[in-house]
Each structure stands twice: as structure tokens, then as C-alpha cells.
């Protein structure tokens, strides 16, 4: 049975990816191991915990010495990184815990991984999962394509562009069997709700200000969680050795157009008067170095991988407003806390 690492597998992303993985390959045992820091949450996977191909680890990837140790418990044959300190502006007040996390957490994965392969890579993978923010910012035009140069403004992105960096340069110095995908904004089930559309949905059903940074006409490309986490098998099984692989959604959004489509789908869904909504909408003041556009080219995972995004943005809007409302007991929870306490409950 081959083994998969996934880190960072009890947030919003890894959650989706080990599910996938999971349900989609009974032939895999999947190891998911997450520090369960505030944005881990395992209530995310209550529906597959009791799988025979599913193994939660609590660990921290800072920590090289048990991470050392758990690869040579388990002998993994790849490695899904997907753990991350993610807030733009969190990275912002506290950049140190961004290199932890970000870089540091990274050099140990590859150096515990690298340890038990012993330069015998064959079957071995260590897919890094990044973002588009690495880029920089666009203008008005063009798009990030996989051979852009880096250009980081936020210590978020400039951490993860040195963990792209150093998964690069292992894959050049060792002949390390790395695989890089670096994904746009993600939007879906399961997201905390300190990122834009869960706190919008959260805010609307509180009659809550909704805060747009700025004139709200920051361009974000959204690619629903679901596809996205598609996208990771595809190119975790069939992209090249050290390729590169930008994962896009097609949707390009203004945020003040976004909030109120948004705004839109919430008054029809909830039955409130058209336009309910969008009284909340406020102006905030901007957060230093925001990018004004991301724009993902997904030609590449496109044409060598055959990657399409399966829904619109409206119609994953939809799906994931749905998601919300009709999950409102994991809202309450991850608004009060009490998602912290699921590990005691569950494994204790």
C-alpha cells in the first residue's frame, strides 16, 4: 500500500485534498498531519476519520526532530505540502511565525524526506502546494504564467516564495522528485472565516458590516477548493519531475463586484429584499502592500494535464453559500472556539 503524507490536511485546502485522496484511492493509506493551529480544524473531516486508509498525526512542522521521527515511523512514499501559515494580515504583525511555518517548516519536510529515500527516488514525490502571490501584482492586463519572475510584497508571499525556492533548489541539488503548483485565490466549503466570502456569509447572517478594503477593486482570480484539490491529484500523478503547474479558476472578480454578487445570492437564498444585503457593504481603510490584481494563465495544467475547472464562480457561489447555511453548527463552532476541543474529544 503506498503511503501519502498530506500536511496541513485539517485546513481549508488539505482537508479537501485528503478527502479526495481518501475516498478516491482505497489503495493509499493517507497520513494527515496538521499542528491543529487556530486555522486547523478537524471537524472538516468527521465523514472519512474512520477510514482504514486515514491516520491523523498532531505535529508541527517546525520541529525537526519529531518530524524526523514520524517519517521514520511511517516511511512515507510521498509527500503533499499543503501546511502554511496563509492570513496575508497576520503575516503582516507577526511576520517571524510566517519563516517558522512557511520556510523553516518546509526545509525540515524536505530534509526528513530526503533522510529516509537515501537518494533512492524512484516512486518518490514531494508535491509543494503555493500561491499565485509569489507573482507580485499585475496591471490592468496580462496574466501570471509559470515562468514569471517572483516579485513578493507581503512577508506571506515572500515566505512562501522561499519555500518554492527551496523545494527548486533541492530538485536541482539533489535530484530531489519535487513537483510545484502555485494556485490563485481558493473559495468553498470548510474556509475559516477570516478570509473574504466565509466572513461575508458569516456577517450578512449577523446583519454585520461587511469590510471592502479600499475602493474594493482588487482583482482576485477565484478557483472553488473542490477543483482545486482535483487539480493537486492530477498533477501529484501525472505532472513532470520538478515541473511547475500555475492552477487557475477562470474567474476574475473585482472584490466589491464579488461582495455583491454575493450580497445578491444571500437576499434570494435567505428571502430578504433585494439589496438587504448590500447595505452592509463598508469601506475600510487599505492594508499596506496590497496587490492590485492576480491573474492565474492555467494553460499548462490545461493542455500536458487536462484540467478544467468543473463550475463557474456564481455556481460555486452558490454551492458554497449553500454549504454555509446548511452547516451553521461548524460556523458556530469555529466562531466560539469550541472546534479546538474536537481533537480531545476524538483522540484523547
Given amino acids: 500500500m503506498k503511503k501519502i503524507l498530506i500536511t496541513g490536511g485539517a485546513g481549508f485546502i488539505g482537508s479537501h485534498v485528503v ?9 493509499y493509506h493517507i497520513f494527515n498531519l496538521d499542528a491543529l493551529t487556530y486555522a486547523g480544524n478537524l471537524e472538516n473531516l468527521r465523514d472519512i476519520e474512520d477510514r482504514p486508509n486515514y491516520t491523523f498525526i498532531k505535529a508541527d512542522i517546525t520541529d525537526s526532530t519529531v ?19 496563509s492570513h496575508v494580515d497576520r503575516s503582516i504583525t507577526d511576520p517571524l511565525a510566517f519563516v517558522m511555518t512557511n520556510v523553516i517548516g518546509t526545509v525540515n519536510l524536505l530534509n526528513a524526506a ?7 527516488y524512484e516512486g518518490k514525490r514531494f508535491h509543494h502546494v503555493s500561491t499565485d502571490e509569489v507573482y507580485g501584482t499585475l496591471g490592468s492586463t496580462g496574466l501570471f504564467t509559470e515562468n514569471t519572475a517572483y516579485d513578493p510584497h507581503s512577508p506571506y508571499s515572500a515566505s512562501k516564495a522561499s519555500s518554492d525556492h527551496f523545494v527548486r533548489a533541492y530538485h536541482d541539488t ?12 481558493n473559495y468553498g466549503p470548510n474556509h475559516f472565516p477570516e478570509k473574504l466570502i466565509p466572513l461575508c ?4 447572517l449577523n ?28 498533477v501529484f500523478h501525472r505532472g513532470a519531475n520538478g515541473g511547475s503547474y500555475n492552477i487557475g479558476g477562470f474567474n476574475e472578480w473585482q472584490n466589491i463586484d464579488l461582495v455583491r454578487e454575493l450580497c445578491k445570492q444571500m437576499d434570494e437564498k435567505l428571502g430578504r429584499p433585494a439589496g438587504t ?12 502592500g ?25 455556481e460555486g457561489l452558490s454551492i458554497t453559500i449553500d454549504w454555509y447555511l446548511n452547516n451553521q453548527e461548524w460556523l458556530d463552532h469555529v466562531t466560539s472556539g469550541d472546534y479546538q476541543n474536537y481533537y480531545a474529544k476524538q483522540y484523547s
Fill in 19 to 27: 478527502r479526495e485522496f481518501v475516498n478516491k484511492y482505497p489503495d
Fill in 67 to 85: 518530524i524526523s521521527s514520524i517519517f521514520i515511523e511511517h516511511q512515507p512514499d510521498a509527500v503533499i505540502h499543503l501546511a502554511a501559515e
Fill in 114 to 120: 530526503k533522510d529516509i529515500w537515501k537518494d533512492n
Fill in 174 to 185: 539533489y535530484g530531489f522528485p519535487v513537483v510545484v503548483t502555485n494556485c490563485s485565490n
Fill in 201 to 204: 456569509i458569516h456577517n450578512i
Fill in 207 to 234: 446583519n454585520k458590516p461587511l469590510p471592502i478594503y479600499g475602493d474594493g477593486k482588487f482583482t482576485r482570480d477565484w478557483l472553488f477548493v473542490i477543483d482545486h484539490a482535483r487539480a493537486i491529484d492530477l
Fill in 277 to 288: 444585503s448590500a447595505q452592509l457593504i463598508t469601506f475600510v481603510k487599505d492594508r499596506p
Fill in 290 to 314: 496590497h496587490d492590485l490584481r492576480y491573474a492565474i494563465d492555467a494553460s499548462k495544467i490545461n493542455e500536458e494535464l487536462g484540467y478544467q475547472p468543473s463550475v463557474t464562480f456564481q
